[in-house]
């Protein structure tokens, strides 16, 4: 089937740069990679940044006097220029390096655990969080209620994939603390009403933490426009390294709130009886920090921009849309999550019959076609719709009509298999 849509992006250009696109396995099969929802794929531009910065400029940051210490502090702080700048952060000094975004959201969940009052979350407080969250949004704060007796509370599913937000007054209460979720599913696809919480949480006083880890690859993510106090995301998802996050917050709660790991750098001094603390960032960048990985992903936001984020997301929509309509068509396929383009990220979750999704996922990578399957690290949402996984397909600004004819092929060949 052929398809065109003026949103797409020009791919053929696009997958140059992609080295690992060109891979053929399984028998002489071209890769078909539907798995950028789990970590995307790096750019040539990318694998060099981060290849250069080992070969000429390595060195530890912020303490040396000699070149090399220098080139390194200047392209470490010049990535955190770069993030700050592609999300629209007031201040540099408000982009935290992490190594995922498990990490950033567990650091604001032990910053919340150690704080003074107003921000001190205890027994006397709740936390509220949603049925869809990733794994990482949900366990931090069980540990966290776990350790100070606080009321964990969230929101349920609807049954076609969204946040049931009907009785969003008694979930989000004069007690809550802070209000986490996720801005895109990371299973369902769904994208969450953004405004609709933040408003909430604001007129009850409570913080709110986004997940923005689906988001910040696939659309501009603006994090002053959408009200928010924190915002995680990952690197590995947007072209960039494996071992690098970003935890944004606001200037003043970075400053008020106090710091989850304990080391070199940030200091400002240390005696045998007390130590006092660097201003943010350096405050929560304990130790040596993801260098070459901050390199990586600066160099990542330099890629996405020239191609920019708007076109980015136009692909990923118009793709996203013929996936789904092409979905339809495939006998007792269902899919879990919202079945309009305009309701979600690139990310597609289906069941096929009463086929198992990790055997979907064999016969599929037989193929030559890499999809995910499981629970995808968000278990309590498949317990919701009762069914024990799901085959997640996902795309990126380098996926094609073409891959998507291939993944239905490939469907029709599962289906064939299992008779």
């Not at 936390?127 to 509370?153: C, D, F, Y």
């Not at 969230?154 to 986490?180: A, C, H, M, P, Y």
């Not at 071992?243 to 200037?251: H, M, N």
């Amino acid at each position: 089937m052929t398809f065109s849509s003026p949103g797409l992006l020009d791919t053929e250009a696009i997958r140059k740069d992609f080295p690992i696109l060109d891979r053929v396995i399984h028998d002489g099969k071209k890769l078909v990679y539907l798995d950028s929802a789990a970590s995307s794929q790096r750019p040539r531009q990318v694998i060099e940044a981060v290849s250069t910065y080992y070969e000429q400029h390595h060195a530890n940051v912020h303490r040396g006097v000699h070149v090399l210490a220098e080139e390194a502090t200047a392209l470490y702080e010049d990535a955190r220029t770069k993030v700050a700048e592609f999300i629209n952060a007031p201040s540099r000094d408000e982009v935290i390096f992490t190594k995922n975004a498990s990490e950033s959201l567990n650091l604001v969940a032990n910053m919340l655990g150690w704080a003074d009052e107003p921000y001190r979350v205890d027994q006397d407080t709740e936390i509220v969080i949603t049925e869809m969250e990733h794994h990482s949004n949900i366990v931090p704060w069980q540990l966290l209620a776990q350790r100070t007796g606080a009321k964990l509370k969230w929101f349920g599913l609807t049954d076609d994939g969204r946040l049931d937000l009907s009785n969003i007054e008694q979930i989000i209460t004069e007690k809550t603390k802070i209000v986490s979720f996720v801005l895109v599913s990371n299973i369902l696809g769904t994208i969450n009403p953004v405004d609709a919480i933040v408003r909430r949480a604001q007129e009850v006083g409570a913080l709110v933490l986004i997940d923005a880890s689906q988001a910040a690859p696939h659309a501009p993510l603006d994090v002053q426009a959408l009200g928010a106090d924190f915002v995680a995301f990952t690197g590995h998802k947007m072209c960039g390294p494996t071992g690098i996050g970003v935890l944004w917050g606001r200037q003043e709660l970075l400053e008020d709130l106090p710091p989850f790991l304990g080391g070199g750098e940030m200091i400002e001094t240390v005696s045998m009886s007390s130590s006092t603390y660097a201003p943010a960032p350096h405050k929560f960048e304990a130790g040596t920090p993801p260098i070459a990985q901050a390199v990586g992903l600066g160099a990542a936001v330099d890629y996405l921009n020239a191609i920019g984020m708007e076109k980015i997301a136009a692909h990923e929509h118009a793709i996203t849309e013929y996936a789904l309509a092409r979905l339809a068509d495939v006998p007792d396929l269902r899919i879990i999550g919202p079945a309009s383009a305009e309701e979600r990220g690139a990310a597609i979750s289906f069941t096929l019959g009463d086929i198992h999704p990790h055997d979907v996922g064999q016969v599929l990578d037989e193929q030559g076609i890499a999809v995910r399957v499981g629970h995808h690290c968000a278990r309590p949402v498949c317990l919701r719709y009762g069914i024990p996984a799901t085959t997640r397909a996902s795309f990126y600004l380098y996926s094609t009509p073409a891959e998507v004819d291939a993944l239905i092929d490939g469907l029709e060949h599962v289906r064939q298999f299992f008779g």
